[in-house]
């Protein structure tokens, strides 16, 4: 099993629609939860940290339910630039503190 | 904010030549750096871990006489893929960790897609 699975879509939607991504980790000792998004050819980037209580930035809201080892992104009113692939990471404790990245899941806006 | 630059962007090397990839720390001391390889539509996968002026960490499953590394300054890591072959063929992504930042802040370099033939 993997460590971070996500549906890799690819998601297609109209500008302006709700989108909801879900990744589940394995291990249940991962301390901290990240969302990446990544466009193509680039470098993943820091989109957004997850917390227990749930957090929102703008249109993206994060939530983390830690019992079922679960992870979700809400993007709301999409816009065209928000096509990528958006990345589910895991920080495991221990050692140097290694990111675990999801396969990612692809989103494609259009007008 | 913190900048990471890699060098080169992009590279063609022959099967069987080493290529040197190098990940600098451009505004910030970096006292450990990742190596990631990407394959399409895959996710990233950590190579190794290097902290500066030791040996680096490797994954397992990931050859250390292969892929070897260096991180002989707090700015500077290289990666040299030696003997390539064309399965090396991949995005490799370095990132950094700034001296007394939280273990998860990593800063990511802009990638190298590195093609054998």
């Known amino acids: 099993r993997k460590e971070v699975e996500q549906d890799p879509g690819p998601f297609n939607v109209p500008e302006g629609a709700t989108v909801a991504f879900n990744c589940t980790y394995s291990?249940?000792?991962?301390?901290?939860f990240f969302w990446y998004r990544q466009d193509c050819r680039k470098e993943p980037k820091l989109l957004m940290s997850?917390?227990?209580s749930g957090n929102e930035d703008g249109r993206f809201t994060a939530q983390l339910n830690r019992a079922s080892q679960y992870i979700s992104l809400l993007i709301r009113d999409s816009k065209l630039s928000d096509s990528a692939t958006y990345l589910c990471?895991?920080?495991?404790?221990?050692?140097?503190?290694?990111?675990?990245f999801g396969a990612g899941t692809r989103l494609a806006v259009h007008p | 904010g913190a900048v990471v630059s890699q060098h080169p962007s992009w590279v063609i090397c022959k099967s069987g030549t080493s290529v040197k990839i190098e990940c600098r720390s451009l505004d910030f001391q970096a006292t450990t750096m990742f190596w990631y390889r990407q394959f399409p539509k895959q996710s990233l996968m950590l190579m190794a871990t290097?902290?500066?002026?030791?040996?680096?960490?490797?994954e397992q499953g990931v050859e250390k006489d292969k892929f070897l590394i260096n991180h002989a300054s707090l700015t500077l890591s290289t990666l040299t893929v030696t003997s390539a072959h064309p399965e090396d063929s991949s995005f490799y992504i370095c990132?950094?960790?700034?001296?007394?930042?939280?273990?998860?802040?990593?800063?990511f370099g802009p990638g190298t897609r590195l093609t054998v033939t």
């Open positions: 990132s950094a960790r700034e001296i007394q930042r939280a273990a998860y802040e990593q800063y």
């Open positions: 290097s902290n500066e002026g030791s040996k680096a960490t490797y």
């Open positions: 997850v917390y227990s």
């Open positions: 990471v895991v920080n495991m404790l221990g050692g140097y503190n290694k990111l675990i």
């Open positions: 291990n249940s000792a991962s301390q901290s």
